[in-house]
């Protein structure tokens, strides 16, 4: 039976102190990466022309490629180690990354591999930021707290995500991504001065050996948790479809199709908005199986690239990214929450780097095959598989009793 909160009793999570500084953080580093999610595949296509698309999908992997090969130490750095420092260290690094890259592009000097060799250095931050982000959110906030804690935090991402998108597209449109991509190295640096200035609660930690024990421990607690690693597994095959559909085809859709970077913002824009109101139902409404009903509202997820096949107009497509930012928001919220109360404190970081590396596992083979698979079989055939892939495994993964079942801990 849903239970619901009063917004109000949420929203009184940001006059403390320590959870205002992680909000503001994860709402300025949102707003930055999203503005470069529109125009760095923009930016790749003014490089090397509209009929080389799968240069694309090379660039936009290589920092998924990079961010898989070293999650899991991360996650294992992430329990061994303060998750605020290491937060702090990655996005220092982001900041002189995406800098680097700002000022190749400026300068005239971005090559393909270039940018590949610079994205990859941002994926190892992200891969060394995320499972300490996740972590750090029950040091910060008393478990009872927790639900709207992850709400908010996920509103505030939303939010971001989608204005930072709209004002990506119309900044590089009009001055370049060279500009959109060092304003996000701003971005990485104010929220690397939030983190450092935040304080938190003592970090649970687990004596072992070494780090690799700590790993292998790790994957013990992940594995012993079957509605988890099976939704893993689930997302592992929708994420090579959708990174596929939002990072690399949808761009080059819009290229072809739409007015371009401004368009693709305006449904990145969409797509924010769905996953701002998929956060405050997520806020407003407690249900008594998360998994249950969060795989439900994954499904609308399909209807992102089925827009893009024939497309009928703007409107339609930003219908569809709504849709679907909706329901993955109200899936994401009620995950966070399981995962913290379901999962042993002390090995949560090394969970969720299994979660992101499971989650994120097909990803860079879906990038890079996706602008090779437009100029070889055509948008339309590739955005149809790209559907199928994001549908089949979230109903296969319905057939699971234990995620059907599982009881939400308040």
């Known amino acids: 039976v849903p239970e619901s909160t009063r917004f109000r009793d949420g ?59 070293v999650q899991l130490f991360a996650g294992a750095l992430a329990d061994r180690y303060s998750r605020r420092r290491m937060m702090v260290v990655a996005d220092l690094f982001a900041a002189l990354a995406q800098a680097a890259l700002a000022a190749m592009i400026l300068g005239g000097v971005a090559t393909v591999p270039r ?10 931050c992200f891969a060394l930021h995320w499972p300490a982000a996740f972590a750090l959110v029950p040091l910060v906030v008393p478990k ?14 939303t939010m971001a995500w989608g204005l930072g998108a709209a004002v990506g597209g119309v900044v590089s449109a009009r001055y370049g991504a060279g500009v959109v991509i060092a304003g996000d190295a701003l971005t990485f640096a104010l929220s690397a001065l939030l983190i450092a200035t935040l304080r938190s609660a003592a ?66 824009l969409g797509f924010g908005v769905g996953l701002v109101l998929g956060g405050l139902v997520a806020m ?39 849709l679907g930012g909706a329901g993955l928001e109200f899936f994401s919220v009620n995950w966070s929450t399981s995962l913290h109360t379901h999962v ?15 989650s994120m596992l097909f990803a860079p083979l879906g990038e890079a095959l996706a602008g090779q698979c437009v100029a070889s079989f055509g948008a339309p055939a590739t955005l149809k598989a790209a559907a199928l892939l994001i ?16 009881r939400a801990r308040h």
């Open 11 to 69: 929203f009184r999570l940001l006059r403390e102190g320590a959870f205002l500084r992680l909000f503001v953080a994860r709402g300025i580093s949102t707003f930055g990466s999203s503005m470069v999610f529109v125009a760095l595949p923009f930016a790749v296509l003014e490089l090397v022309g509209a009929d080389a698309p799968q240069y694309v999908g090379y660039v936009i992997a290589s920092a998924s490629l990079s961010q898989l090969c």
């Open 115 to 124: 940018m590949m060799v610079a994205c990859a250095i941002i994926g190892v």
């Open 144 to 157: 009872h707290k927790l639900q709207p804690a992850n709400a908010l935090i996920s509103v505030a991402h």
């Open 203 to 268: 970090q649970p930690q687990e004596t072992a050996s070494s780090l690799l024990r700590e790993i292998r421990e790790g994957f013990r607690e992940f594995i012993s948790h079957r509605w988890l690693w099976t939704i893993v597994a689930q997302f592992s095959v929708l994420v090579m479809g959708f990174q596929a559909t939002y990072a690399v085809i949808g761009p080059i859709v819009a290229a072809r199709a739409l007015a371009g970077v401004q368009d693709w913002g305006v449904v990145s």
């Open 284 to 322: 407003r409404v407690r249900v008594a199986r998360p998994m249950l009903a969060g795989t439900l509202c994954v499904m609308p997820l399909a209807l992102l690239p089925l827009s893009l096949v024939a497309p009928q107009g703007l409107p339609l497509i930003v219908l569809a990214a709504f």
């Open 344 to 358: 042993a404190p002390e090995a949560l970081s090394r969970v969720s780097a299994y979660d992101v590396v499971g």
């Open 391 to 406: 549908f089949a495994p979230t109903l296969l993964v319905l057939l699971v009793p234990k995620v059907r079942r599982l």
